[in-house]
């Protein structure tokens, strides 16, 4: 089917003309293109997508690694010592600023290249009609002419005229500036309508709030109203974390104090040993290079990209960067059921019809299983479904008031649409009733879409001559809303309780439970909720179960163990919830907090229960946002997940927002820190150890790094202020850093997890990243790194070495002690006194070896003894340097005994 009209021809004014003429000018029908024409169209008009978004240009983020203040320090040295004619230093300085910008450089253009990954995993889908059935393509594959069908939630994938619109209405603030949603229509408007005046028109990237509708494809990409409006083309996520911009505060601190020990160091060195300026100046110098950590945003950098790509990897993915740090920090999960703790697998297992009892065999979607009648006794007895007409009546109205279809390929069932809706088309399915045929036999006429305010779907349908509605719901809200019984003897009144106790024995077996109703009406032009919220006739309901996720489970229990609070809020009933909840190995199942229960209490009540109820039933998405409120008021750090477009409130207000990848809607993941791309409770579980990995890894980093250059700053300022020889130059110091930075300090950000990561109790967010005990950790190291350059220096000068000798003597003990302690930094209290402890970590393995090699070069090759003021050290320098090493090890070590022993009393 090709367009017809001319290729030179302007497109028409969409919202002008009916969608007959839109359908006729875009060469489509109301069954959608051709999987060949579509193919077709996409090669002429291209990818349905909008511009890269602007990002920072390579020039500009390598610049801005100078826009650092220690960075700024060095280079105002390095200028200084070349007007002072030490050239050589002037360089030095210069080439290893540029080797850390250049780290920066590269790992900050490596964590922009893993969000930008992260977000073509989050590619919107889209679901059309191709050959005229309906199948889920990527948003980008749409192409004009394209038939999309979108509902409540989703986000729409390209600019589309409406054909078919029921309740239906969108979220366009971003585009129109109007503040409330607009309504929509399928009827023509005027030539000069303005944008927000366009109600046929569904517009690209909006949202839809309410209802469903049909849309013909009329504009994608560039072409469409979003892709025109630049200034809606928000900049690259830049990848600065409140992590690092408490390193940016820490750092001006730390530049502050290097400057003032660095002058007062100069001026004491002049003033009480009469130094010449200039040598006071250099050795000022000296101490700021030695004692700037410059390598230390980088690392903390690519710790955070590791984080974000590993948790991608493992389905979570992380849609905004500071989640990394906040997951490590989480004290409760609250979580959906359906599909998130559960396997979302839904399968009919239970119906109640009048006083008569059914069950069904047979788990998952595939059509395949039979139905038997409880007896009174409690036995099953096979039954000839056409002699049951009260069975087929339920099971076709099941099928009808559903938009779900069931669809067979390569041999697999797979569900398209809802699962819960699924199960009851599985049900009719098992019982002979072919979908399709009995939708085309009974016309519908119009619906009410579900919408978690009301808890409930409807249809209207042509039944011959006559209208029925069908209503499918919670049956709590059907049974209000219905005043008899569909029994094989007739219409009976209904007995409320009796059904109440029917819904919570099928309940406390853990199986979600739906009431269906219908109603005979009178010719009536569309349906409203004022037609369907009394009179009904209960036709029965039907026990649905969806079986705990195993890895669920395990998860639950991890969770309890690190000291998180896994709370279940779910819309089923309260006694299907708990039986969830028991069986997944919840603390809290002794009593479940009802939607209807939380609108009765003040924010003050919820706060008072919130740590004692570990199940909400019932609940809409209104409820969220006030649980999540009330944990935060009583200091909890939470995530919350979500998947409908009411979600996005409590999503956004939760410490970390947790969307469904496979069901939540676009405005769900839109409002999320973190999108599940399994929708699986485990995975963030394994999210949450992830963060806490990472950050614990960049403390260890933190902690490794800063007493290198604390030892190196005090070995100057020492020999500064005792009047004696350096043991350590600043091109020598600047060269420890360079060589620290980029082999041994990236070691730690490729650390596994401890073992102990997940029985440890959620860390404080507010708690300092440099706490009394790190502090302790990089004063401690420091002092002991410093004795043993000391020691090596003086000892070297005894033997008759020349400074020059002593100096690279010293500087390899320094470098040497630095990777012994690399080990002890695996772990910051635990022991590494093992064989696991000591070689169980290959990066640590390797950075030894690659700084070793290093080290071989400043000590032996000639260039380097000339550029560094270096000799070539003899196997007797060698054996104490390692002795040394080993014995900074074991003192670290010993010390780390005492902080357990601590710790356990």
């Excluded at 006083?355 to 595939?366: K, L, T, Y």
Aim: proline share 4%; hydrophobic share 45%; net charge negative.
């Amino acid at each position: 089917m090709e367009n017809r009209h001319t290729p030179n021809e302007s497109p028409p004014i969409w919202h002008s003309i009916t969608g007959e003429e839109a359908l006729e000018w875009q060469g489509s029908s109301l069954e959608g293109l051709s999987t060949q024409e579509s193919q077709a169209r996409l090669q002429k008009y291209g990818p349905n997508r909008l511009q890269q978004e602007r990002r920072r240009s390579w020039y500009r983020r390598l610049i801005d690694q100078f826009n650092n203040i220690l960075m700024l320090i060095l280079l105002v040295a390095a200028i200084a010592s070349f007007i002072l004619g030490h050239s050589i230093d002037a360089a030095a300085i210069i080439g290893v600023v540029v080797i850390i910008a250049l780290i920066g450089f590269v790992q900050e253009g490596k964590a922009e290249q893993a969000l930008d990954s992260i977000r073509n995993m989050l590619s919107p889908q889209a679901n059309v009609l191709r050959d005229g059935k309906r199948t889920t393509v990527p948003a980008e594959e749409l192409v004009p002419g394209d038939i999309v069908l979108v509902e409540s939630g989703d986000r729409i994938p390209a600019d589309l005229r409406l054909i078919e619109a029921r309740r239906f209405r969108t979220e366009e603030a971003a585009l129109t500036g109007e503040s409330i949603p607009v309504g929509k229509s399928t009827d023509p408007t005027s030539d000069d309508a303005d944008l927000a005046e366009r109600k046929n028109i569904a517009f690209a990237s909006t949202i839809v709030v309410q209802g469903n509708a049909r849309g013909l494809v009329v504009a994608t990409g560039s072409q469409t109203q979003i892709g025109k409006i630049s200034e809606l083309l928000r900049d690259v996520e830049q990848v600065k974390t409140p992590l690092l911009q408490q390193l940016d505060r820490a750092g001006r601190v730390l530049a502050i104090f290097i400057l003032g020990a660095a002058v007062i160091t100069a001026m004491l060195g002049t003033l009480i040993h009469n130094q010449p300026a200039a040598d006071m100046f250099m050795a000022a110098v000296g101490l700021a290079v030695a004692a700037i950590p410059e390598g230390l945003p980088a690392i903390v950098t690519i710790g955070l990209a590791l984080g974000v790509q590993s948790m991608a990897r493992h389905n979570a993915i992380i849609r905004r960067l500071p989640a990394v740090e906040t997951l490590g920090s989480i004290s409760t999960i609250f979580s959906d059921k359906t599909g998130t703790l559960t396997r979302n697998e839904m399968t009919a297992q239970a119906i109640w019809l009048g006083d008569e009892q059914f069950s069904i065999d047979g788990i998952g979607f595939a059509p395949k299983g039979s139905f038997y009648q409880i007896l009174d006794n409690g036995d099953k007895a096979s039954i000839d479904l056409s002699k049951v007409s009260t069975l087929t009546d339920f099971l076709r109205a099941a099928v009808l008031c559903n938009d779900t279809e069931l669809h067979q390929q390569e041999g697999h069932y797979q569900i398209q649409g809802d699962p819960t809706e699924g199960a009851l088309v599985v049900a009719a399915e098992k019982a002979g009733i072919t979908t399709a045929d009995l939708r085309k036999e009974f016309t519908r006429l119009d619906v009410i879409p579900f919408e978690s305010e009301h808890k409930y779907m409807a249809t209207m349908h042509k039944d011959g001559n006559k209208q029925c509605v069908l209503v499918k719901g919670a049956p709590d809200q059907l049974l209000e809303m219905c005043d008899s019984v569909f029994t094989a003897e007739g219409d009976i009144a209904i007995d409320h309780n009796e059904w109440e106790k029917r819904i919570h024995e099928l309940s406390s077996r853990g199986l979600r439970v739906l009431a269906i109703a219908d109603k005979r009406t009178t010719a009536i032009e569309f349906l409203d909720h004022h037609h369907v919220e009394k009179g009904l006739r209960l036709l029965g309901i039907i026990g649905l179960l969806d079986p705990p996720r195993e890895e669920a489970i395990d998860a639950v229990n991890l969770c309890q163990k690190a000291g998180i609070r896994p709370v279940m809020i779910t819309g089923d009933h309260a006694s299907t919830a708990l039986a969830i909840a028991k069986q997944l190995g919840f603390s809290h199942t002794e009593k479940a907090l009802t939607g209807r229960e939380i609108e009765l209490m003040s924010d003050q009540e919820i706060e008072n229960i919130i740590l004692d109820i570990d199940v909400f039933a019932r609940a809409s998405p209104e409820h969220k946002l006030r649980l999540v409120k009330a944990m935060q008021a009583k200091g909890g750090v939470c995530s919350m997940t979500g998947d409908g477009v009411n979600d996005g409130p409590a999503l956004k207000r939760a410490d970390v927002g947790v969307a469904m990848g496979v069901q939540g809607t676009e405005a769900a993941k839109d409002a999320s820190e973190m999108v599940l791309a399994d929708d699986n409770f485990a995975t963030i579980v394994r999210a949450v150890e992830e963060g806490r990995k990472v950050y614990d890894n960049i403390r260890k980093t933190i902690t490794f790094i800063l007493p290198t250059n604390g030892a190196q700053g005090l070995a100057i300022m020492l020999a500064v202020l005792s009047g004696s020889i350096l043991p350590v130059t600043p091109l020598q110091a600047l060269w420890v850093n360079m060589v620290v930075a980029i082999t041994l300090g990236l070691a730690l950000a490729f650390e596994e997890g401890e073992k102990d990561l997940m029985q440890r109790q959620p860390r404080d967010p507010k708690a300092p990243l440099l706490d009394l005990f790190l502090l302790w950790r990089v004063i401690f190291v420091s002092v002991l790194l410093l004795i043993g350059v000391f020691s090596m220096f003086s000892w070297i000068l005894q033997q008759g070495g020349s400074e020059a000798l002593a100096r690279a003597g010293a500087v390899n003990m320094l470098v040497t002690g630095s990777a012994a302690y690399l080990i002890n930094s695996r772990f910051l209290i635990n022991s590494t006194l093992s064989l696991s402890g000591v070689f169980g970590s290959s990066p640590v393995w390797i950075a030894i070896i690659m700084i070793m090699l290093l080290q071989m070069a400043f000590t032996y090759l000639p260039f380097m003894q000339l550029i560094f003021g270096s000799e070539g050290l003899a196997l007797s320098h060698w054996s104490a340097i390692f002795i040394g090493s080993i014995l900074i090890y074991l003192i670290i070590e010993a010390e780390k005994i005492l902080w357990r022993r601590i710790e356990l009393r």
